[in-house]
């Protein structure tokens, strides 16, 4: 019995037995692949139209040119033909966790309509799907907390596309902007004079007290 023990600690101590794959998640150390298809197609496409090999690097780096972000992609729209394979690699650059998930892809391929990859830290992994016929933007960002706030989103059109997304930074405007305008009544103007006089008369006053224990 202890021998049997010792042979599968040894064998499952080996990379190649290291990954595992639950219901489609496919996690190992370094992170995670969810809904990896290299090969079934879906209803409305007769074969792959073409393979289409797309890098994407997630990190703090490429958001330092974009005022009160923290995170994104260096790129954050990309464009396929219809029924094309793509296969991702998607390299993270930050020590800590990122993801690309692209989501509504069908539901009868892709469980909750999700293709994602994760990274535990830098490192990098690479997964494959296929995508429909129709022509459509799919939503692309990392789920991680907050991190799709600070600018970690992207957007996949397939054919012609439905148009771009919101808030995609470097491409569309914002839904909801930060905006923090300032709103000065006549309330704010007496203050601000009133404070200005005010330090005017201490200025003096103290430049004359100066004077004086000069003159002593």
Same mark, same amino acid.
């Given at each position: 019995m202890k021998k049997i023990l010792l042979l599968s600690l040894f064998l499952f101590s080996?990379?190649?037995?290291? !990954? +595992?794959?639950?219901?489609? +998640?496919?996690?190992?150390? *370094?992170?995670?692949?969810?809904n990896h298809n290299p090969d079934k197609l879906p209803k409305d496409c007769t074969e792959i139209s073409e393979d289409v090999d797309i890098t994407i690097r997630g990190?703090?780096?490429? !958001? *330092?040119?974009?005022?009160g972000k923290m995170f994104t992609?260096?790129?954050?729209?990309?464009?396929?033909?219809?029924?094309?394979?793509?296969?991702?690699?998607?390299?993270?650059?930050?020590?800590?966790r990122h993801q690309f998930m692209i989501h509504g892809l069908p539901g009868y391929m892709y469980p909750k309509g999700m293709f994602t990859i994760e990274l535990y830290g830098k490192g990098q992994k690479t997964a494959s799907f296929i995508v429909p016929s129709r022509d459509y933007t799919y939503y692309i960002h990392c789920e991680v907390s907050q991190h799709t706030e600070k600018?970690?989103?992207?957007?996949? *059109?397939?054919?012609?596309g439905s148009g771009d997304l919101d808030s995609i930074l470097g491409l569309t405007p914002p839904l909801t902007p930060d905006l923090y305008p300032i709103k000065n009544s006549h309330y704010?103007?007496?203050?601000?004079?009133?404070?200005?006089?005010?330090?005017?008369?201490?200025?003096?006053?103290?430049?004359?007290?100066?004077? *004086?224990?000069?003159?002593?």
């Open positions: 080996f990379p190649s037995f290291a !990954a +595992m794959n639950h219901g489609g +998640m496919i996690m190992d150390e *370094k992170g995670m692949i969810m990190g703090r780096k490429f !958001a *330092k040119d974009y005022a992609y260096d790129k954050r729209d990309w464009q396929v033909p219809p029924c094309a394979r793509v296969n991702v690699t998607f390299i993270n650059e930050d020590d800590i600018g970690m989103k992207g957007q996949l *059109k397939v054919g012609k704010t103007w007496i203050t601000l004079i009133f404070s200005i006089l005010l330090g005017a008369v201490f200025i003096r006053v103290l430049s004359y007290f100066l004077s *004086k224990r000069e003159d002593v």
